[in-house]
């Protein structure tokens, strides 16, 4: 770091400590309980519709129907220990916040704004062990996405996404990498301090560049996303320019629509010749082969299944139409908890990515519907928290969480109801996955500890 | 601005980022409301399409096959009944996920169902495959052995399916008439495939989850049911005992009489056209329905013999084989045709009464020749070349003479012939309900109506040169006999639905009155004169009054193509004639016996007929009206004499109409030959032994009596120690011989046992 940024950090957190002595007595000591309710609510109902999900295969294969329940419930347990200890490190102060433990006076100083740097490197670091030969790294279906730890796998990824946000947090408070282009309109008196590319852009888009690059060699492309979604949302409320902004939604929305047009045509292309082949005599099965292997790579052929779900229903378009029958058969009131047959049947992960679909199943459209609103009133809740933060750094690092938080929820169901093609990415809360849980927590931990920090009057 | 304070500044939030963070909110909000639009969607408007095509891959449906029905006689004896057994198979996809040993699996199912072990092993390597069935229909005693092993080795790509058995508990018994099953429990002949809708019922269903791997699910009690119906039961007309007394008969027949090319046997009520018996025997026998395929083994050998021709790519073999397998299948007595010869006589008879053409002074004279018949260019003979001379009518029957029926038919004429010969149905098939039943062959009307060439006509008044087959002439013969009325023949008495209890009598279908009451009395009249002096004679039964017509005839066509003489004989009776219960034909197709009596159906068919009248009347209850000189006649049982007396030995020896000798001198009977309880004709000499032992394991060969009169043949058994008892024919009769021998010329019988012959009165002519 150089030296210039060290100086600019001392004279910042000098002048936290001063005004944390100020207004000390003006602060929330205690964490916002309705966010702390709703994450609980998400908790208990993620934890019970997951033993719903798993009860019949965990029993199948591993003859304990409690199996991958008790698992998720001992990472459940320790996430909210997790949680609670990250309520207890303030996110953008020096001083340790009231109430904290007594064991814990050393890291008085402690802050998530100290740790910011330290986080994204050691992330960084974390991610890119999964990618080397060490024995640690551990390969999974010929995804290296996981670490081993002693008891445990984790995927270095979810580090990742908190050090990012942390990082582009930081960062973005910096007024020297103002994200305006142009000149800053100077207010009468105020020194114009225009930020270079260099300063500004290029050191967002290198963090980002590293970690995309190392997460297209795991490959890990749900993390890409999240990653990406979480860079915008940070930078846009940072203060990208609009006409950025505007840029990339418009370049975006092309990128999106050409991949579609060209999928399409190929699509178009290959249905006709395998249409063709059965036509001219061609075995069915061997026609299906060619036709798959024109649609040829991964990602390619999610998107196809996307947007013609009914064209191959034992291949690409399986594990959706699978989905899209656990959640038709559910209807407006549910078969009832514990009752969903596409868990037992042929619904795939039915404990992980496509859990909402055995709660829709089981709970119907009103139990969904509920869920839904639970979900969107925990991020409202997490965004005004992030309106009546602290400080700038305290808001961007709620944003960057809730907004992680929001876009892993919404491409869940998307994915699950087929609004968006598949992307494998899990449902917080619900999906199974002990580190992941744990982590989930710990950052609804930072998102409360910042709540004890918010500006709020007292009223009478 | 200090430095400072711009810092600060930017490390404020500003108006611009609150109002980007709301711009982020509301983004969320709208897209988490498309998510419920988007769930509105699937789980309200698309609800019963999706949820319908979940449950269609949700479930598995398992079959339960229904119980096929039983089959009973008219007594309700079992002739078919189904037994549940199982099925083995493998799933050889589930031996590869569970990874199972296959060499254990395929070495376990080969110890316990003897099935080859390359086989089984190949099965559980076809890993794409659900399902290879390892062995069919297991009992259940191999089934629990197939369990425990599944147990012990805790294997779960073995699966055993319920099935069901068809089992014939009387083997071969009536087998032309009811058939037998494939292995998917379809009726493949007679009444099982004639009523295969009735027995088989509908199956049902019953519909459980699964899950993903195709293992019916543990947690769930979603089921549904969708009952079968069990297949409904039916009671044949036949009776079993009816059924074993013809066969026995008929069988004993087709070997004594060395018969080559198959014979066939109906007995049918009179009164409502039930058929009481239906026995057919191909070439090669009869066949057992628990193994419909097996041929007898002396056949096999032979077919094992044919070559199979290498320069075409035809399997003669196996041809072969399926060729003995359909021969040993076929019901003769509906599928085959064949010349009635003078058993057609009684027909032209009652239509002739019928149409007062002829009464009973009617005079025929039979020259033995005649040359007058138009379009005949041959002369036609008669069988006795000499001629019957002036013969009555009740005489020409009884003669058979095919001179006077010519007569009797151009009389009739050829319009009102055709017109009875459909009103009796020789020409439509009779309608059996059993499939097979093959139609008959005539001429066209505009050949028999040709006024100019009378020589079908004439020809066809003594049963020659048209075919129908053996069903359709036994149904004629009984519309005569009966009153005149002409009932549909039929096999299935009742249909009786087990569910309901529902029982559907199949009610006697009458098709028609052909000829009047009277008229019918009038020919039972003749012919029991037949069977009492004329030429049935050999299928007279002491005590009861039977009444018949023989029948002979060439196999025209056959004699045509080879030059080779063939004949069918057969005799046609009724009893008892005052009120007909049974009508019985029976037919034997190219009997080749050349020693002992002459190849005619008075020979040869009437005597079975007897036999087999003889057995069956006593079971119907109708009891023998003897008179003195039949009860002498009568074959009388030994009394036991063995502890008593000499003395009151023979007085119990007199009083039962036999003879004796006293072997030693004590006072004591100590043993006696034959037997106590051995039936022996009349006059036997039995040897009482006073004080000595009668010879013991001695064998005596069997001398050959077969043409022989019944004094010959009693003293040529009593010089080798075997005793005589006689059937058939009164012994004393003129021109009665044996005909067939109990035990046959040149085997072994012990010293004293007793040897029946069946006496048949050789000078009764058969007729063409």
Avoid at chain 1, 195 to 215: D, M
Avoid at chain 2, 349 to 371: K, P
């Amino acid at each position: 770091m150089s030296a210039d940024v060290r100086e600019y950090r001392y004279a910042a957190e000098a002048e936290s400590e001063a005004e944390d002595a100020a207004t000390e007595e003006r602060r929330r000591r205690h964490v916002d309980w309705q966010f702390m309710i709703l994450t609980v609510l998400l908790l208990v109902i993620g934890l019970v519709i997951l033993f719903s999900a798993s009860f019949a295969n965990s029993y199948f294969d591993y003859n304990d129907a409690g199996y991958v329940f008790k698992n998720q419930l001992t990472w459940a347990v320790i996430g909210v220990i997790a949680m609670m200890f990250a309520t207890t490190v303030r996110v953008s102060s020096l001083r340790r916040a009231p109430g904290t433990v007594r064991g814990l006076a050393k890291v008085r100083y402690l802050s998530y704004r100290r740790m910011a740097a330290a986080m994204l490197y050691v992330s960084i670091i974390l991610l890119f062990l999964t990618i080397t030969p060490l024995p640690i790294a551990a390969a999974r279906n010929g995804a290296k996405r996981w670490l081993n730890l002693v008891a445990f796998q984790f995927q270095p990824s979810e580090v990742v996404k908190i050090g990012l946000i942390l990082a582009f947090a930081k960062m973005l408070c910096d007024d020297r990498r103002n994200l305006r282009l142009g000149r800053v309109k100077r207010a009468p008196g105020e020194r114009i301090r225009k930020a270079g590319f260099t300063r500004s852009v290029l050191p967002f888009g290198i963090i980002l560049a590293v970690i995309i690059i190392i997460l297209a060699l795991q490959p890990h492309f749900s993390a890409a996303i999240i990653i990406c979604a979480i860079a915008v949302i940070m930078l846009f409320t940072g203060g990208l320019d609009e006409r950025v902004m505007a840029a990339g939604i418009i370049l975006a929305a092309v990128g999106v629509v050409a991949v579609i047009v060209y999928i399409e045509k190929s699509y178009a292309a290959a249905m006709l010749k395998m249409e063709q082949e059965i036509a001219d005599g061609a075995n069915r099965q061997v026609a299906l082969q060619n036709f798959r292997a024109a649609l040829g790579d991964f990602h390619f052929a999610r998107i196809v299944s996307w947007l013609h779900p009914e064209a191959d229903p034992s291949g690409g378009s399986y594990q959706i139409n699978q989905s899209l029958y656990a959640i038709g058969s559910g209807g407006l009131l549910g078969v009832g908890l514990g009752q969903s047959r596409q868990k037992v049947s042929y619904l795939p992960e039915e404990h992980n990515d496509y859990i909402f679909s055995v709660y829709c199943e089981e709970l119907g459209f009103i139990g969904a519907i509920l869920l839904i609103f639970i979900f969107a009133l925990l991020i409202i809740r997490g965004f005004w928290i992030a309106m009546h933060a602290k400080d700038k750094f305290s808001s961007l690092v709620v944003i960057g969480i809730m907004g992680m938080f929001a876009v892993q929820v919404f491409f869940n169901i998307g994915v699950v109801t087929n609004l968006l093609p598949s992307t494998g990415i899990s449902l917080p809360f619900f999906s199974y996955g002990g580190t992941a849980l744990m982590i989930q927590l710990f950052e609804m931990g930072i998102v409360l500890s910042a709540s004890r920090d918010m500006k709020l009057t007292r009223k009478g | 601005m200090s430095k400072r304070a711009e810092r600060r500044a930017n490390n404020e939030m500003n108006k611009s980022m609150l109002r980007r963070i709301l711009l982020i909110m509301c983004a969320f909000c709208m897209l988490f409301t498309l998510l419920g639009a988007g769930l509105f969607h699937i789980q309200i408007t698309r609800h019963e399409e999706l949820q319908a095509k979940a449950i269609d891959i949700q479930t598995r449906d398992t079959t339960i096959t229904a119980s096929r029905g039983t089959i009973y006689d008219c007594n309700g004896e079992i002739l078919a009944q189904s037994a549940s057994v199982e099925t083995v198979f493998i799933d050889p996809y589930e031996l590869r996920s569970y990874k199972e040993n296959a060499e254990l699996i395929a070495s376990g199912l080969s110890g316990i169902l003897t099935v080859d072990y390359g086989k089984l092993y190949e099965m559980t390597q076809k890993t794409g495959s659900r399902y290879q069935t390892v062995k069919r229909k297991i009992e259940a005693e191999e089934a629990a052995l197939v369990r425990t092993f599944i147990k012990e080795n805790s294997v779960k790509s073995i699966h055993l399916e319920a099935d069901t058995k068809r089992y014939y508990p009387h083997g071969s018994l009536a087998a032309q008439v009811i058939g037998f099953v494939g292995t998917d429990n379809t009726g493949l002949g007679g009444i099982e495939a004639s009523y295969d809708t009735e027995l088989t019922g509908v199956n049902g269903r019953v519909i459980r989850l699964k899950n993903g791997s195709g293992t019916e699910m543990l947690f769930n009690d979603y089921e549904n049911y969708f009952d079968s119906a069990d297949g409904r039961d039916i009671t044949l007309t036949i009776d079993a005992t009816i059924q074993r007394y013809v066969e026995k008969h008929l069988w004993q027949a087709v070997v004594d009489l060395q018969v080559k090319s198959g014979a066939a046997c109906i007995a049918i009520d009179p009164r409502n056209g039930e058929i009481k018996a239906l026995a057919s025997y191909g070439a090669t026998g009869g066949y057992n329905l628990n193994d419909p395929w097996g041929l007898p083994e002396d056949l096999l050998a032979e077919l094992a013999l044919v070559a199979d021709d290498p320069a075409t790519e035809v399997n003669e073999q196996a041809n072969a084989k399926s060729d003995a397998q359909y021969a040993q299948w076929r019901n003769k007595a509906l599928s085959d045709t064949y010349e009635p010869g003078s058993v057609f006589k009684t027909i032209t008879l009652a239509i002739a009464l019928e149409e007062g053409l002829v009464n009973e002074s009617s005079t025929f004279y039979c020259g033995g020749t005649i040359n007058n018949i138009p379009g005949r260019d041959i002369p036609l003979h008669c069988h006795k070349a000499t001629g019957h001379g002036l013969q009555t009518l009740s005489e020409a029957v009884q003669n058979s003479c095919n001179i006077a029926f010519a007569e009797i038919g151009l009389r009739i004429g050829a319009e009102k012939f055709y017109k009875y010969v459909d009103a009796f149905g020789f020409r439509a098939k009779t309608g059996i309900d059993v499939s097979g039943e093959a139609g008959s062959i005539w001429w066209s009307d505009e050949s028999f109506m040709n006024a100019k060439d009378k020589s079908s006509l004439a020809s066809a008044s003594f049963g020659q040169t048209f075919n129908i087959t053996p069903i359709q002439m036994i149904t004629g013969f009984a519309a005569t006999i009966n009153g005149g009325i002409l009932y549909t023949p039929h096999l299935v008495k009742e249909i009786t639905d087990n569910s309901t209890g529902l029982v559907t009598p199949v009610r006697p279908e009458s098709v028609r009155q052909v000829v009047s009451e009277q008229t019918s009395e009038r020919v039972r009249q003749m012919l029991e004169n037949v069977v009492a002096i004329g030429s049935g004679k050999n299928a007279a039964v002491p005590g009861y009054r039977i009444g018949g017509k023989t029948g002979t005839s060439t196999k025209t066509s056959k004699e045509a193509a080879t030059g080779e003489k063939e004949y069918i004989v057969s005799f046609c009776g009724a009893a008892p004639m005052d009120d007909p219960r049974l009508v019985i034909l029976l037919l034997l197709d190219n009997p080749t016996r050349q020693a002992g009596v002459e190849i005619y159906g008075s020979t040869m068919a009437a005597p079975v007929v007897g036999n087999i009248f003889a057995d069956v009347l006593p079971y119907l209850g109708i009891a023998p009206q003897l008179t003195e000189e039949q009860q002498r006649e009568q074959n009388v049982s030994v009394p036991k004499l063995v502890g008593h007396t000499v003395t009151d030995a023979e007085k119990a020896l007199r009083s039962a109409r036999l003879e004796y000798t006293i072997v030693g001198d004590g006072g004591t009977v100590t043993a006696q030959l034959p037997a106590a309880n051995a039936t022996v004709s009349p006059s036997t000499k039995i040897i009482i032994y006073a004080g000595e032992e009668p010879p013991r394991n001695q064998s005596v060969t069997v001398p050959d009596l077969t043409g022989k009169t019944y004094a010959k043949a009693k003293t040529m058994l009593e010089s080798s120690g075997l005793f005589i008892r006689s059937t058939g024919v009164p012994p004393n009769l003129t021109g009665a011989i044996v005909s067939v021998q109990s035990v046959a010329a040149g085997a072994d019988a012990e010293f004293g046992s007793v040897i029946e012959v069946i006496l048949v009165d050789n000078t009764v002519e058969g007729v063409f």
